[in-house]
């Protein structure tokens, strides 16, 4: 194998083509078999192996300083910087994390995983350069999906008032994680299509020199045209035409399926599940049709995430002009969300938890300020084993300290398509709801409350000495350590679903206070800021002791959720250890 030879980046320079493209091959092979295997990133991997290549062949990482927008397409840079065990030996397929980290390598800048951020960021590696009087390249790989983002103009626009190097690399395979979307996009598919050669030139009217590769998946061209802008002295554009999931027939003919896997999606293509069990996901989609048919003013909006919600392709050509993919484009969305809900539209904004931090400005000054009655599905929240890119537990004290914002956690499918039913139909308040991610639960029995009435927690279960509030996700928990409180100490504790993120039922609340004398509060998040240091508030001047359990105020990398939740104490067996501590009781058995 030419891979072989590659132990580091400038192993690289000695290769002639034809080792290159062999090269290539091999790598494709590698991260269709480590992908398929793990899990993870295929189509953006695969279509970026020459571009890889030919950087690294033509520049001097880490000297020259590549960033990865999102750093989903960067497993072709791992492989040739040093962390190839990390793809050939099974055994390390789970080493290296799937987005770039400084602390795997020299040539990782910087941790990244969410999108377009590569030009603001290359643009303060470029002002640090010359204000140090340093030599070196810094160069910004994007893909065409990522432009859209509010962030990646407002780099574009920075970098190109800077006058020295900086070379920004726009992978254009004409997606996003689905279709792209945006006015942009329609002079991206002009310079494709004219070779870069049309005057209406979006790079060039910012102010950037431009490139155009029509090849972008041919080595060769590729080094010619990074050796005409390596060491450049002015802010440049190559725009680059490649082809997403490049190498995998299934991969280019499926790119939107293919752009992030589930372990061994290759092996199960062919023969997917015949029946699809219901779940939070359909059951919202199911919904949304439903409305919309009566109702022409409901309006799906994704910002470029639409697997994320299950909004897919199906779900999209149903609702025609009632779905809007705003592109990668979070704080625009919620905006636009607000805009259409004071013109009388019912908009239902899907974002995961993750991407939910990139909406704080719009949720607080743009939504909620204007109490525009916009419903906003949070979905993925809670506590994970994801990177640590992609975590989804911090939602909650984020969003519930923001005033005029109603932020619900349903425990089941009843209580869930009530409060989306009163949510969308509603015009008086912002709303949120923290879609549960867990398996489903039905109770068989339709949810009458009035949702209206804000703040009204739900007695689940009436007992004394010990109340348990279990929010969403965590009501499961809830009864489980009820059950062992009332088996190890023969207390019959209370159990209570809150419901309401954002408010507290004060009335119960002091009732609580003549029966009860420890309150435990469970949230899928982190306890800093969040649900239950409210209710410890709430109870501070009285002799009721809280005992919060959530996570850590912390970033988590690919850490077990088990031993998450045991560093945590999010178990029943200890939570019912420190009841007993805390209220200098003995079990009974």
């Given at each position: 194998m030419i891979l072989d030879k590659i132990n580091e980046a400038k192993d690289l320079k000695t290769l002639q083509n034809e080792e290159m493209k062999i090269l290539a091959d091999e790598i494709r092979k590698l991260i269709i078999k480590k992908v398929n295997e793990t899990g993870g990133h295929m189509g953006p991997n695969l279509g970026i192996v020459e571009t890889t290549i030919a950087l690294h062949k033509v520049f001097n990482s880490p000297v020259d300083k590549i960033v990865?927008?999102?750093?989903?397409?960067?497993?072709?840079?791992?492989?040739?910087?040093?962390?190839?065990?990390?793809?050939?030996?099974p055994s390390k397929y789970n080493v290296y994390t799937g987005y770039t980290a400084p602390e795997e390598s020299e040539h990782d800048i910087f941790k990244i995983g969410h999108t377009s951020t590569s030009t603001s960021?290359?643009?303060?590696?470029?002002?640090?350069?010359?204000?140090?009087?340093?030599?070196?390249?810094?160069?910004?790989l994007i893909g065409d999906g990522s432009l859209s983002g509010g962030e990646a103009f407002e780099g574009l626009d920075c970098a190109a008032d800077l006058n020295s190097n900086i070379i920004i690399i726009v992978n254009d395979n004409d997606m996003s994680i689905a279709e792209?979307?945006?006015?942009?996009?329609?002079?991206?598919?002009?310079?494709?299509?004219?070779?870069?050669?049309?005057?209406?030139?979006?790079?060039k009217s910012l102010g950037f020199d431009y490139y155009y590769v029509n090849e972008g998946n041919c080595i060769e061209k590729l080094i010619e045209t990074f050796e005409k802008v390596k060491d450049i002295n002015h802010p440049t554009v190559v725009h680059v035409k490649t082809l997403k999931g490049c190498g995998l027939k299934e991969a280019e003919e499926n790119k939107e399926t293919f752009h992030w896997i589930m372990p061994h999606a290759l092996d199960n293509f062919y023969n997917p599940p015949i029946v699809e069990q219901e779940n939070y996901t359909n059951i919202t989609t199911d919904y949304i049709?439903?409305?919309?048919?009566?109702?022409?003013?409901?309006?799906?909006?994704?910002?470029?995430?639409?697997?994320?919600?299950?909004?897919?392709?199906?779900f999209r050509e149903a609702l025609k002009n009632q779905y809007v993919d705003t592109g990668i484009t979070e704080q625009h969305a919620v905006a636009f969300a607000s805009g259409l809900a004071k013109n009388g539209a019912k908009p239902i904004l899907a974002v995961m938890s993750s991407f939910i931090q990139r909406t704080y400005d719009q949720l607080s000054q743009d939504l909620c300020l204007n109490n525009s009655p916009a419903t906003i599905l949070v979905y993925w929240g809670g506590l994970t084993n994801a990177d640590a890119t992609h975590l989804t537990c911090f939602d909650i004290p984020l969003m519930m300290n923001i005033p005029n914002l109603v932020y619900l956690a349903p425990t089941n499918k009843e209580e869930y398509l009530a409060m989306l039913d009163w949510s969308v139909k509603q015009n008086k308040y912002s709303t949120a709801i923290r879609i549960p991610n867990i398996e489903l639960i039905s109770t068989g029995i339709e949810d009458k409350t009035d949702y209206s009435i804000l703040n009204k927690y739900k007695k689940e279960q009436e007992g004394s000495e010990v109340a348990i509030l279990g929010l969403?996700?965590?009501?499961?928990?809830?009864?489980?350590?009820?059950?062992?409180?009332e088996k190890t100490l023969n207390i019959k504790p209370t159990i209570i679903n809150p419901r309401f993120i954002t408010g507290l039922d004060k009335e119960l609340l002091e009732e609580l206070k003549k029966t009860h004398k420890i309150i435990i509060t469970l949230e899928d998040g982190i306890l800093s800021g969040g649900f239950g240091e409210k209710i410890a508030s709430f109870y501070g001047p009285s002799n009721i002791k809280v005992l919060n359990y959530g996570g850590k105020k912390e970033f988590t990398d690919r850490i077990p959720l088990n031993k998450i939740y045991k560093d945590c104490r999010l178990d029943e067996t200890l939570i019912t250890e420190d009841i007993i501590q805390a209220l200098n009781l003995t079990a009974i058995n």
């Open positions: 990865f927008d999102v750093s989903h397409q960067c497993y072709p840079h791992k492989i040739l910087t040093g962390r190839k065990e990390g793809f050939t030996d960021l290359a643009v303060g590696l470029a002002k640090a350069r010359d204000l140090k009087n340093e030599k070196g390249n810094i160069i910004a792209n979307s945006g006015g942009l996009y329609k002079n991206l598919k002009l310079l494709r299509e004219t070779n870069g050669k049309s005057e209406l030139n979006f790079f049709l439903r409305e919309a048919k009566k109702d022409k003013t409901i309006v799906a909006i994704t910002p470029a995430t639409p697997g994320v919600s299950g909004f897919n392709k199906k969403g996700n965590f009501l499961p928990l809830a009864y489980k350590t009820a059950y062992q409180i």
